[in-house]
């Protein structure tokens, strides 16, 4: 049972993610979770100012609960089944986001740069979670889904508008690492 | 009873995100650098598995697991929605290196700025609520 304390392989992890959707649909729903974004919008009292936000939301509930679920995992695996929870990237890619000011690289599970408290005080770091964010929230709900909704959910359902959606998602992904990134950090 | 179903689905994809690493802001960076296997064998290996499974499901007409029905609603014909949306997602999840499930899962982990971008997020899906007759679809 020691591999459950080490960072799961590729070929665990995948088939892991496949059983999660199977499920979801054996329980008729679905595996798609950017939609709860919208749920909280409306919890929030949104439909007051947009249709789009005009709908039964209890009818969302039970994603609501995947959710849930999702923290308690969070909290579970880096509690209870991690040793240490640092992420042994590429030795390049340490590096090269060395180079980038990323000192934690090879050495965390995140950044320290932008997920310790100190970024409350760093404006910088700040203003990278927000427009980073926003922009996860904005395009998820413009493209109809996200990673889990497009590249599991749609792209296993042979869907070709979850396709499109996946090569938006890396050309975007590429044009920030590639363009962006040299002139922020 | 239903409850505690979507519960328990919930926490094995939570800790499926945090141990697989996709919830880690490196490896997706490390993705985009087409430095590692890791993310694409994830992602490959349950696309591979996904196909089969709900091709499976619609060929064989299983039913779910209350006897019912299991329906799969195709998505609306379009190219500017999806190829811009995805861009603007594509953007966003190399930055904040965080989708929509692990923003929640990272929370659990005791990751608090990420609550930044959790509520960053909800101001984008609000923003879009509110532009979306004016959006190309």
């Known amino acids: ?185 | 009873m239903r409850t505690l179903v979507y519960l328990i689905i919930g926490i094995v994809f939570g800790i499926t995100m945090f141990k697989s690493e996709a919830a880690s802001w490196f490896r997706i960076y490390e993705m985009f650098k087409f430095e590692s296997f890791h993310m694409y064998g994830i992602i490959g290996s349950a696309l591979v598995l996904g196909i089969i499974v709900v091709q499976g499901i619609k060929r064989l007409r299983v039913k779910s697991f209350y006897g019912e029905d299991i329906s799969f609603c195709p998505k609306n014909k379009s190219v500017a929605r999806y190829l811009i949306g995805g861009i603007f997602f594509g953007l966003g999840w190399a930055l904040a290196g965080a989708c929509p499930g692990p923003m929640f899962t990272l929370i659990g982990a005791g990751f608090l700025p990420m609550l930044v971008v959790i509520v960053a997020a909800l101001l984008g899906t609000y923003i879009y609520g509110l532009l979306r007759d004016k959006l190309p679809h």
């Open chain 1, 1 to 185: 049972m020691d591999w459950i304390f080490e960072p799961w392989p590729w070929y665990v992890s995948g088939p892991m993610i496949a059983f999660i959707m199977f499920l979801l649909i054996m329980v008729g729903k679905s595996f798609g979770m950017s939609s709860n974004l919208r749920t909280m919008c409306t919890i929030c009292g949104a439909g007051n100012k947009a249709e789009f936000f005009k709908f039964d939301w209890k009818s969302q509930k039970w994603n609501l609960v995947v959710v849930l679920g999702a923290i308690i995992g969070g909290f579970i695996a880096s509690n209870y089944l991690s040793n240490d929870a640092m992420v042994a990237i590429n030795p390049n890619t340490v590096e090269d986001l060395k180079s980038l000011g990323f000192e934690s690289a090879g050495s965390a599970y995140l950044p320290t740069e932008l997920f310790d408290f100190a970024v409350f005080s760093d404006i910088k770091g700040l203003l990278v979670l927000v427009v980073g964010g926003f922009l996860v929230g904005f395009g998820a709900r413009y493209a109809g889904g996200c990673t889990s909704g497009h590249a599991i959910s749609g792209l296993s359902d042979l869907q070709l508008p979850s396709l499109i959606a996946v090569v938006g998602f890396f050309l975007g992904g590429l044009i920030m690492i590639h363009l962006i990134f040299p002139l922020i950090f």
